[in-house]
């Protein structure tokens, strides 16, 4: 399987921003990821091919990441941090929270939501945190993790970001984020553009956003709507 020109263009762009094309191979990785959704044998191979390293050492690379995932985690991934200041201030009630809520437990996924803990993702001052496809929420209460898998569900966002997530279910912050981000996530990898894997976050920052064309109208617990 070869990946298609506009694809192939974009990795040989990042490739050539490094010395030795060997030295893009993590970049690449998220590339494949986005092709297939999930790190496949053909888009390993196809990494290597294009970096020069051996199919076997790629796969080194990606079975020592915790980030690139070989089995599908279906639309959004939901990464609870478990690590000691989220843990101490009640990641495993926002864990259970989320697994009850999605009706998956950590470790699996359904064709919608993945679900599982992750160490320290670097936002200990906002403890309780966790991301959705990489996207950072901070100050997360169980109440507001059921939130916000409900709005996952019923709202079904073409595009995941950081601001949005954390005006609608965060709470404390670890500081002021400062600048906005105009990207966001569109699968369960990191929203980087040069790799393909970001979209311009679509408009509104509103409770309950719906897909455009969509009639419905999606009411969170708690009152918004």
């Known amino acids: 399987m070869t990946w298609p020109a506009d694809t192939l263009a974009r990795a040989n762009d990042i490739i050539a921003r ?69 843990f101490l201030l009640g990641a495993d009630d926002v864990l259970h929270a989320v697994e009850q809520a999605a009706g998956v437990p950590a470790g699996e996924a359904d064709d919608e939501i993945g679900v599982e803990h992750a160490e320290c993702i670097g936002a200990c001052g906002g403890a309780p945190a966790c991301l959705v496809n990489f996207e950072l929420v901070e100050g997360l209460t169980p109440e507001k993790a059921k939130e916000m898998i409900d709005w996952l569900r019923n709202a079904k966002p073409d595009v995941i970001n950081a601001d949005e997530l954390q005006t609608l279910f965060g709470g404390r912050r670890s500081f002021d984020w400062a600048i906005k981000d105009e990207n966001g996530a569109v699968g369960p990898y990191p929203a980087f553009p040069p790799f393909g894997t970001a979209a311009h976050n679509t408009p509104p920052l509103e409770p309950g956003r719906l897909p455009s064309g969509s009639a419905r109208s999606v009411p969170l617990e708690g009152g918004a709507s």
């Open 18 to 86: 490094y010395p030795k094309k060997r030295s893009a191979v993590m970049p690449l990785l998220y590339m494949a990821m986005k092709e297939d959704g999930r790190l496949t044998d053909d888009g390993m191979r196809q990494v290597a091919e294009l970096t020069g390293l051996t199919p076997a050492q790629v796969q080194s690379v990606a079975s020592f990441y915790v980030m690139y995932k070989t089995e599908a985690q279906g639309k959004y991934l939901v990464s609870v941090c478990s690590s000691i200041s989220c």
